[in-house]
Every structure is written in structure tokens, then in C-alpha cells.
């Protein structure tokens, strides 16, 4: 196998000259060129013209990494990917869902193609793999939600206490003492690693003895029945009459559910989504008390750390951003009993 | 500007093997190599090694070309890329969403890159401009939907007029003789011209007569609040018993109207939804009756098609596949007044 350092010494020239002819990336006298070529040719030196080509080469293509065989892509993760492929269209880039598992293995296969200038992580854990993939690959990289050690990347991420703190405040104004937390997708794929389940339950963990409210955390999965559920998360905790529901399709079965087993929404249980979609709320009857989830602006903002690092600007610094609160009629005053 | 036929003429070969050389496509003989080589020296000729290597590469990369900026990706569409990954997958390639306007000149960009392999089509319109660019492309592509004359290209689409015809039976059998059909998107993106919507309302406009049933249709857009959609909905055709939706958000919101402007679902009023998910069937109250939108057949289907052409296997023939019926309980039998 004949090197470019054994054409460089070959024809007299340096290794960075050699590179210049090979991929075409600076001009080089004629004279200089032909030494070089015919250098080649002696030595059988062969191009591999595809590698070197892309190596030297910008697609412009970013891709936003989604394990879409794991966890579905839900109506915020779409608001995210629309409004980033918005402000990465604005600065003439395109960006593609690239589904790519969990494991590393796929990630580290599709960055050596080359055909990425720079990856949007998203579904970040807390020990995350991929992150070490995209590390070694040398390919910018900017993450949506955070590590166990989030300053070593750019990130961008839900503010996960504001969000928490917003849901048990506006919750406990209506004199609600006992409240329940649902994390709506069960642990089946390694989701206690899952950065929002594990930030949002440290919150609300951290926040109620502050608040002096009791409360308990139950997961779920995302199939059980609605009735089934809404009987399974009040016997989980009788004495709540305050639930927050992180996931808006879990939410709007536990509050079809409570319905369907004769519990009135908010007469009797008030429930909020948390990192909700607005349009969720709107589904619902009542309509959905929620913390939206800031898909929009975390699109725009993970979209521009990522080509801020393309583009070798100054890294802004790292962004949480809180969901915000958006009234409905699923929650009420607690009834004096 | 040198070409390869000049160095094939300085040479004394023929363009094929000057071409074997350039592209590194095929072995050649060391001698005559080194007579090529040296040809392109004296002549100056130049590869262009991205152009050439990108031009005989292949990716193995598939793009899901979607107007995301103009319809938001739902639970069926989410569901049909899912699968149609899974199927690209499985035979070694990658499928990715790659977000494209309705407008045809920002695929033809992407297909001059040369960066995928093929092209999946969705949300197609009657007339598609995206779909000439495709064909002027010579780049391989299925449809995922029908032009106005279907035959012409390689697609799978939806089974309309029987799935219209099963949601129709399924409410006459219940005695339903009034019907109303919500096309639930505006016409605000040309949408008088999406298959879908003109391929339901010709299956629904020809069945009625044939039943001996009367119907209406209405078109509303995503965003208007639930009650005004309810009321606006039942007042554009008052004797309707049985509504009809094609759009799972808009079915929803419907029926959480009727209920809040206090109209019994399905005591007063039946309603389906059309080319629904079964998720969003769990998340109503009352679970909603619907005609099943079959995404994840579809998307393998899809896949298959695309990746058949890619392969220069037989085409199969183009396949149309229905929704099936899900039983739920937002339909009962009218009552008798």
C-alpha cells in the first residue's frame, strides 16, 4: 500500500503538496505537478478518489439524530425538528431526521460516510454512547439536553426546575397538597437514563419538601388502557388531588380514563401536562392545563449552537429554556372535603 | 478545458478506460495506466474528484422527501416513516426525512448533490411539480400517493373508496342515513389538490347515491377552537347523525366540542375518524371509532417499491391498501326521534 509521504519523499516535495494534488485543494505549479504524478505512477500510488473527495468536501446537510425505532417522534419532537430545519435553512443548511439507534455501532457508521457536516443529538442520557461516538469522529456536534456532565458539549435543554416548579406552584395556589408525578413511558428502553425523565423527577423530588406538599413519582408505560392507567396511578397514590403528567399522550388517557371511571376532571383530580404540546391541550376534554414544551425556540436555538461551532463563531453559552405555562380547564381549586 | 476524450485521443485508448482510471471503476493494465497518467500530465487535464466520485457512488442513503414547513408531520405519517426506515433497514439502507418544500426547486438542489439513492414521496398532489423534477432527475423514486394519472410512476397509496366505503357502511348499518365528511385542513396549501382530500371526497360524493344516503362535506382548518368547530360543523348540515373526519387532531377537537356545547358523543351524534392512528382513538372520550390509517403496510410497501427499482428487480404492481376498521365507541345506532 503506497502513502502519500511515500510519493511526497518519492518525487522531493512535502506530504501537504501531495495532498494539494490529490484532492485538488490548492494550486500547485505545473512543474511541481508533474514530479508529483509521475511520482504516482511509479509508485502505483492510487487515489481513492471517493474518500479523499469527501474528505475535503462540506454537504452543507446536518443531521438531526432521532432513535425513532425506540421512541417515536411525538408532536413536540416534530415542533423542534420543523422550527431547527427552519433556522438551519435561513443560514443554507438543510437538516434530516437520521434515525439512528441508541447504540453507538449505527452513529459511528453513518459519520464515517462523511455525508454530515455537523449532528443534532436529541433523546440525550444521562451516560450516552453516541456522544462519545461523535466525540471521537471529530464531526460537530451540538446536543439537545444534557449528559451527566453537560459542560464538556453545546447543548441546549428544558429548564426542567422552572418547568417543575411552575406545574407544583400553579398546583399548589389551588391549595393542592398531594401530588402525583407520571412519567409516561416506563423504564423498557433504559429509560431511567432518559435525561428528561431523571431531571424532571430530581426536581419534583427536590422541590416538595420545600413547598411542604408530599408526593410520589409512578411510571407508566405507553399502551396500557386508558381506564386501567387512571386506576393504576390514583390506587398508586389515593390521596392526591394533583397529578403532572410528563408526556401529553399519557396525559390524555389519564384523563379519558378518570372520565371513563367516574372521576371528574377537575372536580374531583386536577391534572397538567408537563412539556405538553399546545395542540395536546386542545384535543383534550377539558382542555389541558400544561407546561408547553419549547420546541420552537430549543429548535432555533440547537439549530444556531450547531452552526455557530460549523461556522467557527464564538459558542454562545449553553441555553436552558422553561416551558411555559398555557391555562386550561383540567385544573381547579382543591374541593374542601 | 481539457476533457477525457483528449486524453484518450493523446493516449491511444478509448474514453471507457481513460474513464476507468479517472473513476478507479475497473482495473487496467499498469502500462496503459501509466500512458493515461502521463496524458493527463502533458494535457494538464484535471480531475474533478468530487463531481466524479460522487457521480459513480452510491449511498445507499433513501430521503423521505416531506413539506414539513407546510403540513406537520402527524401520528401516520411518523408511523409510516418508522416502518418504511425499518424496511430500508433491513435491507441495508438508510431512509431519512428529508424536509422539502411543495415547491419543486428545493428538491431539485438535493437531487443535484447526488447524496441519496433514491427518493420516497409524500403528501402528493394531483398535479406535483416535485414529481417532474424527480423524473427529469433520473434519480430512482416511488410515490407514497397518486398523481393525477396514477400509472405512470411507481407508488402505494391508500385504499379510498374502501375505506370511505367501510366507514359509510359501518354508520348506514347503524341507521345513520344523514352524513357529514370534515376534510380537516383548509384549503389554506393548495390542499383542493392533495390526493387524500379529492380522492375521499370523490369515493364519498360517488357512494352516497349508490346508498341512497344524503352528505355533505366541509373543510375547516387545524387551528379553529373546538366549540366553534363544533357548532360550525354540525349547523353546515343540522339533520347529520353520523360525521365522518379524515384528520386525527380535527377528530379530536370535534368531538371534545360536541361535547362541550353539549351534544352527546355518540348518543345524539356518531363520529369516525378516517385515515386515523390508533393512539389518537385511545387518547378520546369516548375511545373513537375509526377507519385505521394503514402506515405502517404502507411504509414497507413504500420501501420495497423504491429499493426494487434500485435493484432492477421486477416491479410489483402498484398497491392500494384500505384502512381497517377499529372498533371504538363514538358510534352507536341513531336514535330513533
Chains 1, 2 share one sequence.
Not at 64 to 74: D, K, S, T, W
Not at 151 to 175: K, N, Q
Amino acid at each position: 500500500m503506497v502513502t502519500m509521504k511515500d510519493v511526497a519523499e518519492h518525487a522531493g516535495v512535502s506530504i501537504a503538496t501531495v495532498s494539494f494534488v490529490v484532492n485538488d485543494t490548492k494550486p500547485v505549479t505545473p512543474a511541481t505537478r508533474a514530479r508529483i504524478e509521475a511520482a504516482m505512477v511509479e509508485l502505483g500510488y492510487r487515489r481513492n478518489a471517493v474518500a479523499r473527495a469527501l474528505a475535503s468536501r462540506r454537504t452543507r446537510i446536518l443531521a438531526l439524530v432521532y432513535p425513532v425505532f425506540e421512541r417515536p417522534l411525538n408532536t413536540s419532537s416534530v415542533e423542534f425538528f420543523t422550527s431547527a430545519a427552519a433556522a438551519a435553512s435561513a443560514r443554507g443548511y438543510h437538516l434530516v431526521i437520521w434515525p439512528v439507534s441508541n447504540d453507538g455501532r449505527e452513529l459511528g457508521e453513518l459519520l464515517g460516510q462523511r455525508l454530515v457536516d455537523g449532528v443534532l443529538l436529541m433523546e440525550v442520557q444521562l451516560d450516552d454512547s453516541r456522544v462519545q461516538v461523535l466525540e471521537r469522529s471529530g464531526t460537530p456536534f451540538a446536543l439537545i439536553g444534557r449528559t451527566r456532565e453537560p459542560d464538556r458539549y453545546r447543548y441546549v435543554d428544558i429548564d426542567f426546575e422552572a418547568t417543575v416548579a411552575g406545574a407544583v406552584d400553579h398546583l399548589a395556589a389551588l391549595g393542592h397538597q398531594h401530588l402525583t408525578l407520571v412519567l409516561g413511558s416506563g423504564v423498557d428502553h433504559g429509560d431511567r437514563d432518559y435525561g428528561p425523565f431523571a431531571r424532571t423527577r430530581a426536581a419534583f423530588d427536590a422541590l416538595l419538601p420545600e413547598r411542604t406538599l408530599t408526593g410520589r413519582t409512578i411510571e407508566v408505560n405507553q399502551t396500557e388502557d386508558a381506564t386501567a392507567l387512571a386506576d393504576r396511578i390514583v390506587a398508586s397514590h389515593p390521596a392526591a388531588t394533583g397529578i403532572l403528567v410528563l408526556n401529553d399522550h399519557t396525559a390524555l388517557r389519564l384523563v379519558a380514563g378518570l372520565r371513563r371511571t367516574g372521576r371528574k376532571v377537575p372536580g374531583d383530580i386536577s391534572v397538567m401536562g408537563l412539556l405538553a404540546a399546545a395542540e395536546s391541550g386542545m384535543v383534550c376534554d377539558p382542555p389541558l392545563t400544561l407546561m408547553r414544551a419549547p420546541g420552537p425556540e430549543l429548535g432555533r436555538l440547537g439549530a444556531d449552537a450547531l452552526i455557530r461551532d460549523l461556522e467557527k463563531d464564538e459558542p454562545l453559552p449553553p441555553r436552558l429554556v422553561p416551558c411555559a405555562f398555557e391555562p386550561g380547564q383540567s385544573t381547579a381549586p382543591r374541593r374542601s372535603s
